[in-house]
């Protein structure tokens, strides 16, 4: 039976510790080393919401203001919002049929 040359080279068994354990020290450790993580950190969306949509300023500030006389809350709801009215008043049944057809998951 042929045995692989980094078999040969791999140590048998566990290591050998060069300082003994012990559990006063690691305790004394993990109290100077912790760390509060910032706002940002603590928040991790989900992979559908890490999306950019890089715009002008001007339709950045007509968005805003969308969303305040709309009383929306997020840019995705009034971009929805345009989207939905656009297909309800400029596409005909059939476009809408086809885009329907186009954008589903």
């Known amino acids: 039976m042929a045995v692989n040359k980094l078999e040969e080279l791999r140590k048998r068994g566990n290591f050998t510790p060069q300082n003994p354990f012990s559990e006063s020290d690691s305790t004394q450790q993990n109290t100077h080393n912790k760390i509060e993580p910032d706002e940002t950190a603590k928040y991790i969306s989900a992979a559908n919401q890490r999306k950019t949509l890089k715009v002008s300023p001007q339709t950045k500030s007509e968005i805003e203001e969308l969303k305040r006389q709309l009383k929306m809350s ?14 309800e008043t400029h596409l005909t049944a059939a ?11």
Not at 74 to 87: A, G, P, S, T, W
Request: charged content about 40%; overall charge neutral; proline content about 0%.
């Open 74 to 87: 997020f840019n995705y709801e009034v971009i929805q919002f345009l989207i939905d009215d656009y297909i």
């Open 95 to 105: 476009e809408k049929k086809s885009f329907r057809e186009n954008t589903k998951r």
